[in-house]
């Protein structure tokens, strides 16, 4: 009777055949099962990840074994696929799958796409999934105490420095990559606005520390490149399986009835005052520019009238298209502080300060708010007001 044949059984098959109980061929980046049944394949989350070991989490050993060596306990690291995934990048995933997704959401509505739609799309693009590892780690460093909270800061300026390299890598942005563009611009944002709150590395120059007020004017200049991104591919995205993102609260477009209904009358009253200050001050002064600042106070009462008094929904998408559309003209005055241009900047404060309650936002209105009170003429000062960018400690 002829001996039966030896059998070599495998313990290194991908996940998902090892769920279904069939045998995995081991084929990489995607097993030939997987592909066929159009199934995502753990393979190909280990050929998306990080081309480098973050810090603190180890380098893989590339050194040859023997036949004699005994087996590992970990699985061979695929050929030409650079790290596996590492227990530090599963944690950051399971934490923006839980957490942090829902802080980007503008409403309720879309909360799903950054959830679901989006970690998908990352796993077929770095630089957007570096971007979710640094967002969320970021995000756990604001939760957690130190040492905990440096070795997330590390980790988060690691990621976010790879997703800031796949932006710039990109050959050009077209249909095909422009959800992802999209969806690593906003996280982008967020992330800026975030890490100053954390980081002690700013710098006002000549070894000055940054103010709050200084440190929002870099904010701004560094968002803005990533908010040309997202006006660049809005068509694109709007055919897109992210559309809804693209299209929720859109600024500038609701009635004249809502606008007139969610506009808190404090904010209103002062708001018209400061536009007839304005007009006032260019009849009387031939140097003060009310044509810039004209249009740059129609853009914010605009992007307050396109809000809800009584949820955040819409903010953030405000909040980024007031930014977006200031001038270089009003931007220079801004970095030259001049005091009418300071004024207006402490309005937008009382947008951010309705968001919060978000961890990336938390008191930055509050703080640049008492930096420009503390630095304008009272004046000035009172048409301000600062009972709507600052809480009351009395």
């Known amino acids: 009777m002829p001996s039966r044949r030896a059998h070599s059984k495998s ?14 061929d081991e084929h990489q980046p995607i097993c030939l099962r997987c592909k066929a049944k159009d199934l995502p394949c ?10 480098s070991t973050p810090p603190g989490t180890g380098t893989a050993s590339t050194a040859a074994t023997s036949p004699e060596t005994t087996i590992p306990t970990q699985p061979p690291l695929p050929c030409q696929a650079g790290p596996v995934l590492n227990s530090q990048d599963l944690e950051l995933m399971v934490q923006w799958c839980t957490h942090t997704y829902a802080t980007l959401s503008r409403n309720h509505a879309v909360e799903w796409i950054w959830k679901s739609v989006i970690p998908r799309r990352a796993v077929h693009d ?18 957690h105490p130190h040492p905990q909270r440096k070795e997330y800061l590390d980790t988060a300026q690691w990621h976010h420095h790879k997703s800031i390299s796949g932006v710039r890598n990109m050959e050009a942005l077209s249909e095909a990559n422009a959800s992802a563009a999209y969806a690593l611009s906003n996280i982008i944002i967020i992330f800026t606005f975030a890490l100053p709150l954390l980081s002690d590395s700013g710098s006002g120059g000549e070894g000055q520390p940054a103010t709050p007020y ?14 040309r991104i997202l006006v660049a591919v809005s068509e694109w995205v709007q ?7 693209a299209t929720a609260a859109p600024v500038g477009q609701s009635s004249t009835h809502t606008r007139a209904s969610t506009l808190p009358s404090l904010l209103d009253a ?4 400061i536009t007839s200050l304005n007009g006032r001050l260019g009849e009387d002064d031939s140097h003060h520019p009310s044509e810039v600042y004209g249009p740059v106070l129609r853009q914010l009462r605009v992007a307050f009238e396109s809000t809800s008094s009584e949820s955040k929904d819409g903010i953030i998408t405000a909040l980024f298209w007031w930014i977006f559309g200031l001038s270089s003209e009003f931007l220079n005055l801004l970095g030259e502080r001049d005091p009418f241009a300071m004024v207006i900047l402490a309005f937008f404060c009382a947008l951010m300060h309705r968001l919060r309650g978000q961890w990336w936002m938390d008191n930055w209105a509050e703080k640049v708010a008492r930096d420009i009170r503390g630095s304008l003429d009272p004046s000035l000062a009172s048409f301000v007001p600062w009972g709507l960018c600052l809480e009351d400690r009395s």
């Open 214 to 227: 200084d440190e929002l004017l870099r904010i701004f200049h560094m968002s803005r490149a990533s908010l």
């Open 42 to 51: 753990s393979y190909q989350a280990m050929s998306t990840a990080s081309s």
């Open 270 to 273: 002062a708001l018209r005052d």
């Open 126 to 143: 770095p630089a957007l999934m570096h971007g979710i590892l640094a967002l969320s780690a970021l995000h756990l460093a604001f939760l």
């Open 239 to 245: 055919a897109s399986d992210l559309a809804i993102l």
């Open 11 to 24: 313990r290194h098959g991908c996940l998902q055949c090892k769920q279904r109980r069939v045998k995995c």
